[in-house]
């Protein structure tokens, strides 16, 4: 019975670092589906989504939810200058000039933020204030509830925007074929542009629940989410929004798994030999699809 | 005419490097340099040999990998192992503990050969990373590796006081990959790099020549290792992440990818800096991320074409 | 006497019936076209021939040698070469590399002798430059060996591809719409070269194109492809006349 009910918290613990994944992994796979590029600095707007909330709410002292939206809309923001400043003018260039660039975007914020905030560790107290519960002896913390609770709330606005709303028709139609798009008179720029602040927005929430669940502050904090999400999106298949979802999942459900039953050491390396074996199993990712060169 | 110019190039190029290996040993020899700057000699020859062992993938297979540190890393382990444990001569272990180090990371370019067929470009380059990220954890847990405290009393057999050994290694490197990208195999490798449809179509084989490049990189990968490990005496996990393979790669296009003399004076500046600019060290990384993006901007600017045209227009009004 | 032999040849994307069920032979020595509207299926059927796609059914023989299942490469080495619609060049080589490629299967030495810059290498890379040059020459483009690929003009880009491909030393060529994008004057100088390229090296060549009056000026006989299936076959002339492929290609 204690084993059931470990089994279960853990499931539920993989569940939560699994939605944070996802939703980090929505903005890659949203990004690479409509410009075709994987934008490495996104693991990074979850540091500043962290740093913001803690100079709002820390710092200046402003109301949490006040904050938070603040928080939210520096991130959006940063993701369109971003994409205006260093990606929009390499748009016909190659790929691998376009993914160096957004690592250099990437290591950009990291000293940014190691030179405003130093590279000690800040602590942060948790800003979610919701009490744990006992269901059948199974402990569920508050921060796991909220975090589910947002998260399942954020996809679900996410998937009615895309399927449901004008922007979110153009935004599939620029996924599709961006030519075609701008010859049915669909602002291409635009739509990239929102493109960004919507996938930053959800990083910046991911990063606010991050650092609730870690209460610690550190310029390189995105960077392993960053990367696990990334993984997490190439998992499901990057360009599709369920794969992302369901990649995130599977991907906090193992890493959770393993390190509470193989080692915590290894459970790094059990997460990415996951990937690899998905990859060469299926080299599109579990829900994406494959894309073939025209010869 | 065009072989006298052939060779009038070679002997440049030895030139070079004779005068180099001449001042280096005569600042060694007569303290002109501080300790600081002596202590960065080998890390400046271990940064050219793995930035001209990844030039190989990423300026001419065209591939793009983030895990160059991690055949880095397997290396200085296997190689300062044997080192450590054979009951040999020093310079003879270590002569083995070179070519073992640089064996087993061909091995492991061998065994991510196998998504390097499977998978292209940004794929390939999350499967690199995780790679690398797996290599290290194994590390971090094995007992014999001393996991996370790291790997200590490696013999001290390749710091600058035996630069000679240390010179001769990069060179070798350097040679190796420059004969080879100029041979027909090399010429394969670029042809895959540039439309690998065509290559298959010319009759290239083009699996064979990715796994050939890959292997060729890890080897020397490796071999930096082992040279890496003989001069700081621990090794640690945390020593080849991630950041070490971006460091690597940003010199390999600061160099102008597919340059093996850029990335080489990308490597010997960009490991000289940080030590040159002791008092701004705080902002080192923030004016490489910029210096990177800056570069990636205006090599595919309009300004830059303009450039280029006039240069070419130049070029052309002179010879006639 | 046939040197390519295809029966039956089809396949399907998904429910899409890209091919179906073409027969063709082409003898050799002779200058074949292949020709049809848009999306009838011409690369499709230069895919399969080449190995890009594996067809669903049929049979193809080339020197009484089967060649379906086989890859690009060996199709390539049993002596099937061919130029790309979208001209495919390594863009960032020289015009002599590109033809260097070409070659790669037919003068070799290994890694180390390479690495190593052993004797062989000299020698071996010597009649290399020698061959190359040679068949630079043929297309007039032996004073660019120098430059880079991607710097030269369209028209000479195309002959390029034409001389790698020649390289490889084929038994057949494959010619994938040569003369889109050229002016009437090109394509006139086009047809000298190919006509100059068969009789020198004794080539056979299939070629798709949609410039008929090349077709008709070169061509001995052609295939017309519409929608996957033949449409009609035979001298070029007889054809061209066919009341059928007028239809298909103006319409009613």
């Known amino acids: 019975m204690d084993l059931v009910i470990n089994i279960v918290e853990q499931l539920i613990n993989g569940l939560r670092t699994g939605s944070i994944y996802a939703l980090i992994a929505l903005g890659y796979t949203m990004v690479y589906g409509i410009a075709k590029m994987i934008n490495f600095a996104h693991g990074d707007i979850i540091m500043v989504g962290a ?41 016909n260039a190659q790929p691998l000039a376009v993914l160096i660039t957004a690592i ?61 709303t004008k922007a979110g028709r153009a935004m599939r139609a620029v996924s599709e074929d961006k030519g075609a798009a701008e010859l049915m008179g669909i602002s291409v720029n635009g739509t990239i542009s929102l493109t960004f602040a919507i996938g930053s927005a959800l990083a910046a929430v991911a ?19 960053g990367i696990k999400a990334f993984v997490a999106a190439v998992l499901g298949g990057i360009g599709s929004v369920p794969g992302a979802m369901l990649g995130g999942i599977v991907l906090g459900i193992i890493e959770s798994l393993s390190k509470a039953y193989i080692s915590t050491q290894l459970s790094d390396a059990i997460v990415f030999g996951v990937l690899v074996v998905v990859l060469l199993v299926k080299p599109s990712g579990l829900l994406g699809k494959i894309r073939i060169e025209k010869v | 005419m065009i072989a006298v110019k052939k060779y ?43 930035a001209v062992s990844l030039c190989l993938i ?53 065994i991510i050969g196998v998504p390097v067929l499977r998978l292209r470009g940004d794929y390939l380059a999350i499967v690199t990373l995780g790679f690398g990220e797996i290599i290290k954890s194994v590390f971090n847990t094995l007992g014999i590796t001393g996991g996370a405290s790291g790997l200590s009393g490696i013999p001290l057999m390749t710091s600058y006081r035996n630069f000679t050994l240390v010179f001769i290694l990069t060179l070798i490197v350097v040679v190796v990959v420059s004969n080879l990208v100029k041979s027909r195999q090399g010429r394969a490798i670029c042809a895959i790099r540039d439309n690998y449809i065509a290559a298959e179509a010319a009759g290239i084989k083009v699996s064979k020549y990715k796994v050939m490049a890959f292997v ?65 060290a705080d902002y080192r990384m923030l004016v490489y991320s910029i210096v990177l993006i800056v570069m990636m901007l205006f090599n595919n600017s309009k300004f830059k074409e303009k450039l280029m045209a006039r240069r070419q227009a130049a070029k052309v009004s002179k010879e006639a | 006497m046939a040197l390519l032999e295809v029966r039956n040849l089809g396949i399907s994307f998904g429910g899409l019936r890209a091919v179906d069920s073409l027969d063709m032979t082409i003898d050799q020595g002779q200058l074949y076209g292949l020709i049809g509207p848009n999306g009838a299926g011409k690369t499709t059927v230069f895919n399969l021939l080449t190995g890009v796609y594996r067809p669903t059914e049929g049979i193809i023989t080339l020197d009484g040698q089967n060649l379906v299942g086989k890859k690009t490469v060996e199709i390539n080495k049993a002596g099937i070469a061919r130029t790309f619609q979208n001209i495919r060049l390594f863009k960032n080589m020289s015009v002599m590399d590109n033809v260097k490629i070409g070659l790669h299967n037919h003068f070799k030495y290994n890694l180390f002798t390479g690495i190593l810059r052993l004797p062989g290498y000299r020698k071996v890379e010597k009649s290399m430059d020698e061959r190359a040059m040679e068949l630079l020459k043929v297309f007039d483009l032996d004073k660019e060996a120098g430059n880079m690929a991607a710097n030269l003009p369209y028209g000479k880009q195309r002959k390029l591809e034409i001389a790698r491909a020649l390289a490889t030393e084929p038994k057949l060529l494959l010619l994938d719409e040569p003369a889109a994008g050229m002016n009437p004057n090109e394509t006139e100088e086009l047809m000298k070269t190919i006509q100059f390229v068969r009789e020198k090296f004794k080539m056979t060549i299939l070629l798709i194109e949609h410039d008929m009056k090349l077709v008709s000026g070169i061509c001995e006989e052609v295939t017309v492809l519409n929608f996957g299936t033949v449409l009609a076959q035979g001298k070029t002339g007889d054809v061209l006349n066919d009341p059928r492929v007028v239809k298909a290609y103006l319409g009613e």
């Open chain 2, 216 to 280: 060729i990189s890890a080897f020397f990968a490796g071999v930096a290792g082992v040279v890496y490990a003989h001069n700081i005496s621990i090794l640690k996990p945390g020593n080849f992440d991630y950041n070490t393979s971006i460091e690597i790669l940003v010199m390999v296009v600061l160099g102008g990818m597919g340059s093996i003399r850029g990335s080489i004076i990308a490597a010997v500046i960009l490991t000289l800096l940080p030590e040159l600019l002791r008092g701004v």
């Open chain 1, 207 to 225: 990063g606010l629940l991050f650092i609730c669940q870690y209460e610690s502050l550190q310029p390189t904090l995105g960077a392993l989410p």
């Open chain 2, 58 to 110: 990423v300026g001419f297979l065209g591939e793009l990998t983030l895990g160059h540190a991690a055949f880095m890393s397997v290396g200085a382990y296997s190689g300062a192992l044997v080192s450590m444990n054979l009951p040999l001569p020093g310079w003879l272990s270590l002569a083995v503990g070179l070519v073992v180090g640089g064996v087993v990371a061909a091995l492991a370019g061998v």
């Open chain 1, 104 to 164: 250099g975007v990437s290591f950009l914020l990291q000293n940014l933020a190691l030179l405003i905030f130093k590279a000690t560790p800040i602590p942060f107290g948790s800003i979610i204030r919701v009490p744990s519960v006992q269901i059948a002896g199974i402990h569920i913390s508050g921060i796991t509830i909220v975090t589910l609770v947002v998260t399942t709330i954020s996809m679900i606005l996410l998937t009615l925007f895309i399927n449901k």
């Open chain 1, 51 to 91: 740093y913001s909330l803690y100079v709002f709410y820390g710092i200046l002292g402003l109301p949490a939810a006040v904050a938070v939206i603040l928080s939210i809309i520096v991130c959006a923001v940063l993701g369109v200058v971003i994409e205006k400043v260093a990606y929009k003018p390499l748009r």
């Open chain 2, 8 to 50: 009038q190039k070679l002997l440049i190029n030895i030139g070079i490097a004779v005068v180099i290996y001449v001042l280096v040993m005569l600042a060694i020899q007569f303290g002109w340099v501080g300790r600081q700057l002596l202590s960065m000699i080998v890390p400046v020859c271990t940064n050219v040999m793995m």
